[in-house]
T-cell receptor
Framework: DQQVKQNSPSLSVQEGRISILNCDYT??????FLWYKKYPAEGPTFLISISSIKDKNEDGRFTVFLNKSAKHLSLHIVPSQPGDSAVYFC????????????FGQGTELSVKP | IAGITQAPTSQILAAGRRMTLRCTQDMRHNAMYWYRQDLGLGLRLIHYSNTAGTTGKGEVPDGYSVSRANTDDFPLTLASAVPSQTSVYFC???????????FGQGTRLTVV
C-alpha cells in the first residue's frame, strides 16, 4: 500500500522552460511534505519542504504547491537548467503517526540544452 | 562536520551470512531512518527511531533489525542475508518531525 505516489517515472523538458513534478498521497494525516533531489551514486539531498498549514512555499527557482483536498503536491522548477537533471523524490510524514518519513517512487527529470 | 556516515560503501555477501550496516551521525539528531532503494520502487522505509532507546517498523521491515543504543549510531542488521536484499541502503537523520532529513552516501549491498 503505497502512501506516497509519483506516477510519472520520467520527465523531459527543454532548458529554460518550467519543470512540473507531481506527487499524490493517500494518508490524510500527513502534515509535512518534502522534495529531495538525487544524483547517481549519491545520497538524496533536501530541496524544499512545506507544512500542511500552507499551500505554497518558494525558494529561488523552486516552488512547492500543496492541495490538501486533492491530496496532491507539486514541485515547479523555473527556469529549468541542465544541472537539474536528476531523480526527484517527494516525501511525507505525520506527526501523530510516529513521524515516519515515507517516500515516493521518484521521477527522473532530464533537462535538455 | 561529517554529517552522516555509512559503512561499508559497498559489500558482496554470501547468502545466509549475517551483516551489519553501520550509520553514524554527529548532528545530535533525534530521529534516524533506514531505507532501501530499488529500481522503480523508490526509497522504502525499513526501520526508524525517533529517539535513542526506541525503534519502529517501516514499510519493509522483514529480515532486518535495528538498535538505537545512543543518539549517534543506528546500525542495521541482516541476520541471514537473502538475494532479494540486494539493494542500495541509505541511512538518514533529522532533528524532529517538521525538519528536513539528511542522508548518508549509501551502502551498495549485493547478496549472492
Amino acid at each position: 500500500d503505497q502512501q506516497v505516489k509519483q506516477n510519472s517515472p520520467s520527465l523531459s523538458v527543454q532548458e529554460g522552460r518550467i519543470s512540473i513534478l507531481n506527487c499524490d498521497y493517500t494518508n490524510s494525516m500527513f502534515d509535512y511534505f518534502l522534495w529531495y533531489k538525487k544524483y547517481p551514486a549519491e545520497g538524496p539531498t533536501f530541496l524544499i519542504s512545506i507544512s500542511s498549514i500552507k499551500d505554497k512555499n518558494e525558494d529561488g527557482r523552486f516552488t512547492v504547491f500543496l492541495n490538501k483536498s486533492a491530496k496532491h503536491l507539486s514541485l515547479h522548477i523555473v527556469p529549468s537548467q541542465p544541472g537539474d537533471s536528476a531523480v526527484y523524490f517527494c516525501a511525507a510524514s505525520a506527526y501523530n503517526q510516529g513521524g515516519k518519513l515515507i517516500f515516493g517512487q521518484g521521477t527522473e527529470l532530464s533537462v535538455k540544452p | 562536520i561529517a554529517g552522516i556516515t555509512q559503512a561499508p560503501t559497498s559489500q558482496i555477501l554470501a547468502a545466509g551470512r549475517r551483516m551489519t550496516l553501520r550509520c553514524t551521525q554527529d548532528m545530535r539528531h533525534n530521529a534516524m531512518y533506514w531505507y532501501r532503494q530499488d529500481l522503480g520502487l523508490g526509497l522504502r522505509l525499513i526501520h526508524y527511531s525517533n529517539t535513542a532507546g526506541t525503534t519502529g517498523k517501516g514499510e519493509v521491515p522483514d529480515g532486518y533489525s535495528v538498535s538505537r543504543a545512543n543518539t549517534d549510531d543506528f546500525p542495521l542488521t541482516l541476520a541471514s542475508a537473502v538475494p532479494s536484499q540486494t539493494s542500495v541502503y541509505f541511512c538518514a537523520s533529522r532533528r524532529g518531525p517538521f525538519t528536513e532529513a539528511f542522508f548518508g552516501q549509501g551502502t551498495r549491498l549485493t547478496v549472492v
